[in-house]
């Protein structure tokens, strides 16, 4: 089993990242559940949410403790919240980020992790007008992980009634190439 | 047809294949987005139904309660505080014998004011005389829905099917969705056997009725309400016939050759199942129980599997002052009804979860270890501090 764990502000779109990345586990015809940790509902305050993707039904129902993947779309969270707390020897780290990659390296001080990064604020800010992440952000996971097409990712983000739907394909387009393994 | 979906949505969209005749909800928290999903279907054109948004819950059960008892096929959903308001009228859909069906999303009730799950709400109406039936994921939510149709109709009871609050209901899952062909056929259609709008059949619904044979209805209730368990089993057997998925009274996971069994009711018997499978993985016989019916409760039933096992039933409610949480002291009752002692089934009591506080599978191995011991009568809280 593969378990996911989003970092974002309220607003930004996690929760429907991981919502989005489930239907399209859905059609690549995989198990997966997708949860936001919810509390109070404030904007721009760090939320989280959840993905676990397996081959076989998935029964587990509690929360996400040792993550194998973290994903990071808004850049400024990295130092306001632990992002890479519990997550698995050797994990995957995926964030949004524009500045030197050593200082984010040493920011998130585990070098046993696999980092990959996109500046993904800047594909949105071109292709959306504004610094929503969390579709480029998606496909960025999907490059990294390897767990469904593209297309896929796209077709279910159509369905999903995402807004912009053209803008932010075109940025996930972007995102997929741009991703680099740091 | 798989896809991924909340439980509520899942909840949604079985009320919209089985098309009832009125919906009666109120619209706003503790509302879940279940009657959100269903009125968008309703501004859609996409069922029948007659929808009514009211003003609280009370008018809520009030208004199908009305309407089932004209004929109509009737649902309604709720949760947590909102089910609290609905208290007076519950009893009076099922003492009228309405076969209304709920939907009811499990969440904590005030105070402290909590939005998230736990059994309080449904556990309280456990003696209202509804049929309950708890769901462990969104396909159980759905598939339990169209079963509670028939049911309802059938046992001429109402039936509330529960799901967890957050874990399940916001929670995007994969779904086995059914054709809305197959859903009408199995429910059919829904040949009431009274009606107060049939005026050449006169009938008198809910008049005075004192000392002189108000007992006399209720000892109908009594002696009526446990024969819902084969209509339960009936229907389940059908459904498992018809779509490959078979329900019965409850889940019996690997109990046969089992030490220790756990007893827990919805989403936490999934996450009980995958610390059972890693236990057997090493080698440790342990089972788990979970309960679908709740009311009428399967007690002799329940009793046959648990017989002679270490047994560790987890509550996700509480009844305050009692001897434990409702679910165990209901299998304590059954075990001692059908001759097991503390010696031969020691039954260990938790309660988990209130208010939304996560049950990890190391609380659910520490109750385990616990049962192990044998210690009869234990009680304890799990994962909450000193």
């Keep these: 089993m593969l378990e996911i764990r989003w970092h974002g502000r309220g607003g930004q779109g996690a929760v429907t990242a991981a919502k989005v990345l489930a239907k399209a586990i859905v059609k690549a015809g995989k198990y997966v559940q997708a949860f936001p940790e919810y509390g109070p509902e404030r904007r721009g305050a760090p939320v989280k949410a959840f993905d676990r993707i397996d081959d076989k039904p998935i029964v587990i129902h509690s929360q996400v403790y040792e993550p194998d993947v973290v994903v990071v779309i808004d850049p400024t969270l990295v130092t306001a919240v632990n992002v890479t707390e519990g997550l698995k020897n050797g994990g995957v780290v995926i964030v949004n980020w524009q500045d030197d990659v050593d200082k984010l390296k040493k920011l998130l001080g585990r070098d046993d992790i696999q980092l990959w990064t996109v500046d993904a604020s800047r594909i949105a800010m071109d292709e959306l007008g504004r610094e929503i992440t969390n579709m480029p952000m998606l496909a960025a996971v999907v490059k990294a992980l390897e767990v469904v097409e593209l297309d896929v990712v796209k077709e279910a983000a159509r369905e999903f009634g995402i807004p912009k739907i053209e803008a932010n394909l075109k940025a996930m387009d972007r995102a997929y190439e741009e991703v680099s393994k740091r | ?386």
């Design chain 2, 1 to 386: 047809m798989r896809v991924a979906i909340t439980g509520n949505d899942a909840a949604a969209l079985a009320m919209k294949q089985i098309n009832p005749d009125v919906v009666a909800a109120y619209p706003i928290t503790p509302q879940t987005q279940i009657v959100q999903t269903f009125s968008q279907y309703v501004h859609n054109g996409e069922v029948d139904t007659v929808f009514v948004t009211v003003e609280s819950e009370h008018s809520a059960m009030s208004a199908v309660v009305g309407a089932a008892a004209s004929g109509a096929r009737t649902m309604t959903a709720t949760s947590a505080n909102g089910l609290a308001l609905m208290w007076e009228i519950l009893y009076i859909a099922a003492s009228l014998r309405l076969p209304i069906v709920m939907t009811v999303v499990n969440r904590a009730l005030s105070a402290p004011i909590n939005i998230h799950c736990d059994h309080s709400d449904s556990m309280g109406a456990r003696d209202s005389g509804w049929i309950q039936i708890y769901s462990e994921s969104a396909q159980e939510t759905y598939d339990n829905l169209i079963q509670a149709v028939r049911i309802a109709e059938e046992a001429r009871f109402p039936v509330m099917v529960c799901q967890d609050g957050f874990i399940t209901s916001h929670s995007v899952e994969v779904l086995d969705v059914l054709e809305d062909k197959e859903v009408r056929e199995f429910i059919g259609e829904y040949k009431p056997a009274y009606s107060i709008l049939d005026v050449d059949n006169p009938i008198t619904v809910g008049p005075l009725d004192l000392f002189d044979y108000y007992f006399e209805h209720k000892a109908q209730q009594i002696v009526d309400m446990p024969k819902a368990k084969d209509v339960v089993l009936k229907i389940g057997e059908e459904f498992g016939k018809k779509f490959g998925r078979k329900y019965g009274l409850f889940e019996a996971y690997m109990t046969d050759d089992a030490e220790v069994v756990v007893v827990v009711m919805n989403s936490a018997a999934g996450t009980t199942k995958a610390v059972i499978d890693e236990l057997r993985s090493k080698g440790e016989k342990v089972g788990l129980l979970k309960p679908r019916l709740f009311r009428p409760f399967p007690a002799a039933e329940i009793a046959e599997i648990l017989k002679g096992k270490k047994v560790a039933v987890l509550d996700r409610a509480m009844s305050f002052g009692a001897q434990a949480g409702p679910l165990s002291i209901e299998i304590q009752s059954a075990l001692y009804l059908a001759g097991a002692t503390a010696s031969d089934t020691p039954v260990s009591s938790f309660i988990y979860g209130l208010g939304g506080r996560d049950i990890t599978t190391d609380n659910i191995k520490h109750a385990i270890d616990v049962a192990k011991e044998g210690r009869h009568g234990h009680f304890e809280m799990l994962n909450v501090r000193e």
